[in-house]
């Protein structure tokens, strides 16, 4: 898998406007990218994105929406690196999950992350190495039973990034799969647990695409989660069953 400095390169990141998707954008910048297009669900959050300065291109983008991923290609002219950063969290056993919530779960995290990377897909294929990294989660390697729908869907996740990563590497197109932990954003504002900043994640990140990481463990609890993962993927299993 070919290294890739992000000076100089165009990086598109999803879910953009707070939590890793901002830290995402802001240490892309500290990086040298020369454009990041960041996107933002709701309107009102345009603001945050735009004041980081004129290297930063907002733009509109609802997951559960498929004009808007539509559109996408349309506001794109040149693409190195496409973070699929943006997803939902419901914090639901599977027994108690409904099933619209669940369908909410995989059309937003896995269709609606499928859909841009095909849409976005043309920008990547080009003569120089580029780069696709899919948040998942370390739910999505073992399943934690109060969160039964997310785990599902971010194991979907971590499925797809295996099939993108076959399909793609012949086009020189190196494939991310990203597994954090708990990290301080206002998803885990509510949980009792150690988080890691954002910021911290998001350079992790990053360092692992430059790098041809293809397995990104970003946090504390992810570093000890992977290689657990890796060795004993029942033992994993068993440690969740227990949260």
């Known amino acids: 898998m070919s290294n890739i400095n992000l000076n100089g390169k165009v990086v598109l990141v999803t879910g953009a406007n707070r939590g890793i998707g901002l830290a995402l954008v802001q240490k892309s910048l500290e990086k040298g990218a020369s454009k990041v297009y960041a996107t933002y669900r709701s309107e009102a959050n345009r603001a945050t994105l735009a004041e980081l300065g004129e290297r930063v291109v907002p733009i509109h983008l609802d997951l559960s929406d498929p004009a808007?991923?539509?559109?996408l290609p349309k506001s794109v002219t040149s693409l190195d690196v496409l973070i699929n950063n943006a997803g939902i969290f419901s914090g639901a056993d599977l027994l108690e999950d409904t099933e619209v919530q669940l369908r909410n779960d995989l059309e937003t995290n896995l269709f609606g992350t499928l859909s841009v990377t095909k849409a976005l897909l043309s920008f990547l294929k080009k003569d120089s190495p580029t780069?696709?990294?899919?948040?998942?989660?370390?739910a999505g390697l073992a399943a934690m039973p109060s969160f039964g729908g997310y785990s599902v869907s971010k194991a979907a996740v971590h499925s797809m990034t295996q099939s993108l990563r076959g399909k793609l590497k012949s086009d020189g197109i190196s494939v991310h799969g990203v597994y954090p932990g708990p990290v301080?954003?206002?998803?885990?504002?509510?949980?009792?647990?150690?988080?890691?900043?954002?910021t911290t994640v998001a350079e992790r990140i990053l360092e692992g695409i430059e790098n041809?990481?293809?397995?990104?463990?970003?946090?504390?609890?992810?570093?000890?989660?992977g290689?657990?993962?890796l060795s004993s993927p029942k033992s994993l299993e068993e440690n969740f069953a227990a949260f």
């Open 227 to 229: 290689p657990l993962f």
């Open 68 to 71: 808007t991923i539509e559109q």
């Open 131 to 138: 780069a696709v990294a899919n948040l998942s989660s370390i």
């Open 212 to 225: 041809g990481v293809e397995e990104v463990f970003p946090d504390a609890m992810s570093e000890q989660v």
């Open 184 to 198: 301080a954003t206002r998803m885990t504002e509510s949980m009792e647990m150690d988080t890691t900043p954002a």
